[in-house]
């Protein structure tokens, strides 16, 4: 990493009076749909069961509301990317999905090529709901398969089993361009060998994109306070973890983030942007946001419950939102490298200058400790981890917290 001057890139710069910016990033938009049939153990997500019929007509109304109150935050700017997340989107009807995608085109300016995600469980979709999302301009679905392993998905509370899991992907790569699995591995009872089945099956298929995640036990979840007793130990873990990536590399998808595997030029524009230190809207219940201005960034997060979400954003009090407050300039290294260092290829230096409005001079201290220590890579055009940095993710990005 340089000894910089830092001419590259942005004129942005720190003063005593806060940040400067002098182009603001590209601007994505986030969409939490809370409800799921079944919360299952291991989730941290803001997630609630279903009870009873799912208020779509409601739900649709509160949104429209809080996307119009936000709309002075963001006028002029593109969407470049959609996601819709959970819980689990793909509960809602296709008209609903196709009433919300027609709202964000009357109200917003979104990119003629823009990305537009949803997140589908296989236990709450068949062909049909599959191809009108499609119809509603959907061009990438995210599966949560998790495990084909019946008595694995049973005991993650999931409630499809591996036979729906393979008619979902069926389904989705008849529907849509790209298609996203979501794997799980250190899964209680798995062993090496069942651990490199479920990614060979899912490899199988050829999608463009593998997002393979390490369980882990989240604070306040079910598995949190009652944990499986027969979970991996952490050596087998991690020889999961370096199994998985291995034959994924194998397979053809490249690793570019922790967590996440493309085929070449299919990397998830959406997260990338999160990675990069990207403005994103975040709108519905929990939804979190990052917006950047000339002079400040902003964080926001929406009232959790979906229920007051509905009523509170209904009103038009702007009491939906739950937390907005400034990002200080002494946060910001922090909270870039918290994105920006998973990724495996890191960031242009550049980049960093551009989005905290911060020299990279004010940080020069701390990234020639990591690259003394081995974490940061020398090179002077990129922020990147090394191996030995990517390992020790958590201290490496700890170093910049003030």
């Known amino acids: 990493m340089a000894p910089a001057g830092s001419g590259q890139g942005s004129s942005s710069k720190a003063s005593s009076e806060g940040i400067r910016l002098s182009s603001l990033p590209p601007l994505s938009l986030y969409v939490h749909v809370p409800w799921c049939v079944r919360k299952c153990p291991y989730c941290d997500f803001n997630s609630h069961e279903l009870q009873g019929e799912l208020p779509e007509k409601e739900f649709l109304a509160a949104l429209r509301a809080d996307l119009e109150q936000a709309l002075p935050l963001i006028w002029g700017r593109q969407i470049y990317t959609v996601f819709i997340g959970g819980g689990t989107p793909s509960l809602l009807s296709a008209s609903a999905v196709d009433e919300m995608l027609a709202m964000f085109r009357a109200y917003l300016n979104l990119w003629p090529d823009a990305e537009i995600t949803i997140e589908a469980n296989p236990g709450t979709v068949e062909a049909q709901k599959f191809q009108s999302f499609a119809a509603s ?45 979501d794997l799980m591995f250190a899964l209680p009872g798995q062993t090496l060998e069942s651990c490199r089945h479920d990614l060979e099956i899912a490899m199988a298929y050829g999608t463009e994109h593998l997002s393979l995640y390490n369980l882990t036990l989240e604070p306040n979840t079910v598995f949190a306070k009652y944990p499986p007793d027969d979970l991996p130990d952490d050596d ?133 400790r990591a690259v003394e220590k081995g974490l940061l890579d020398p090179n002077p055009s990129r922020i990147q981890a090394t191996p030995l940095g990517w390992r020790f993710l958590n201290d490496l990005q700890s170093m910049f917290l003030v």
């Open 137 to 181: 301009g959907i061009n990438r679905v995210s599966l949560g398969i998790q495990s084909f392993d019946d008595n694995a998905l049973r005991t993650l509370g999931r409630i499809h089993d591996g036979d729906q899991a393979r008619r979902a992907i069926d389904a989705a790569q008849k529907a849509f361009p790209r298609v996203n699995l």
């Open 236 to 368: 087998t873990a991690a020889a999961m973890q370096e199994r998985v990536a291995e034959l994924a590399e194998e397979g053809g998808w490249r690793r570019y983030e922790v967590s996440a595997y493309a085929r070449e030029g299919a990397q998830s524009r959406h997260n990338t942007n999160y990675w990069e230190f990207g403005d994103y809207l975040g709108i519905g219940p929990g939804a979190h946001g990052k917006l950047s201005f000339p002079d400040r960034i902003i964080r926001q997060s929406r009232l959790r419950q979906p229920g007051s979400w509905m009523s509170k954003a209904l009103s038009g009090s702007a009491e939906h939102i739950a937390d907005e407050h400034e990002v200080q300039a002494q946060d910001l290294p922090f909270e870039f490298m918290l994105n920006a260092l998973r990724l495996k290829q890191g960031v242009a230096t550049a980049i960093f200058e551009d989005r905290t409005g911060l020299s990279l001079t004010s940080i020069l201290p701390t990234v020639n």
